[in-house]
């Protein structure tokens, strides 16, 4: 599965929304999913969508649901 990992805090970041998003990414991935993480989706097709920061990832899940409706995304 393709999953679009969004997060608030940039690759150089050292906040525990980054923290979050790298440990998540790897366990995703021992999962055998394909995982990007980026600081706003950039459109790239994703099977779901998990954005670590609800309010400050908002104009990325919106765009999401728009693009793809029938396609999950979560908010922890």
Same mark, same amino acid.
């Given at each position: &599965?393709?999953? !679009?990992?969004?997060?608030?805090?940039?690759?150089?970041?050292?906040?525990?929304?980054?923290?979050?998003?790298? $440990?998540? !990414?790897? &366990?995703?991935?021992?999962?055998?999913?394909?995982? $990007?993480?980026?600081?706003?989706?950039?459109?790239?097709?994703?099977?779901? &969508?998990?954005?670590?920061? @609800?309010?400050?990832?908002? !104009?990325?899940? @919106?765009?999401?649901?728009? $693009?793809?409706?029938?396609?999950?995304?979560?908010?922890?």
């Amino acid at each position: &599965m393709k999953i !679009a990992l969004i997060t608030p805090a940039g690759a150089r970041s050292r906040s525990g929304n980054r923290h979050t998003a790298v $440990r998540w !990414a790897e &366990m995703l991935r021992l999962l055998g999913h394909s995982v $990007r993480v980026s600081c706003v989706w950039d459109g790239r097709p994703a099977d779901a &969508m998990i954005a670590l920061h @609800a309010r400050r990832s908002h !104009a990325s899940v @919106a765009a999401f649901s728009e $693009r793809h409706p029938g396609h999950p995304w979560w908010s922890p």
